[in-house]
């Protein structure tokens, strides 16, 4: 993964380019983790689907205005973003419930996609630290 260049302010760019793949990697190893590790990592009250989901689809795509990615990478990051799009249909209204994250086997599909992608970046396979930024902006529902 390359940085981007900018005509902009440089410093601004870093920095939010930096942070658009820490919350990328956090995404990853989230969706790459055990159903109780997922859970875990929101506080009560989050739409826990809701936010694995939304995460992921917004820093994988926000991740090439700041990063030049390999093909490879690129891939990674389709194939789980076109297997959750498949998924969104009313006849798999049961997988958006945080029950399946245990239950329901395309969870385990998730979970082999992520971690695919996050060897194809080099991240590590880990469970990250619980999401403070709920408690911290007031996000709880």
Known sequence: MQR???EGNIEDWIRSG????????????VLACDSQNQINHFPPGVD???ELYMDYWGYSQAIGTYWEISENQEIRLKTLRDYFFALDDP???DF????ALSTDP???EIRSL????????NWPIEVPPPDTDFIKK???R
């Open 4 to 6: 981007k260049e900018t």
């Open 106 to 108: 395309h969870w385990e």
């Open 18 to 29: 930096d942070w658009v793949a820490l919350q990328l990697r956090i995404s990853l190893q």
């Open 114 to 121: 992520a971690k695919k992608a996050l060897t194809a970046f």
């Open 91 to 93: 006849a798999y209204e």
């Open 48 to 50: 826990i689907i809701g």
């Open 96 to 99: 958006w419930t945080v029950e």
């Open 138 to 140: 007031g996000k709880q």
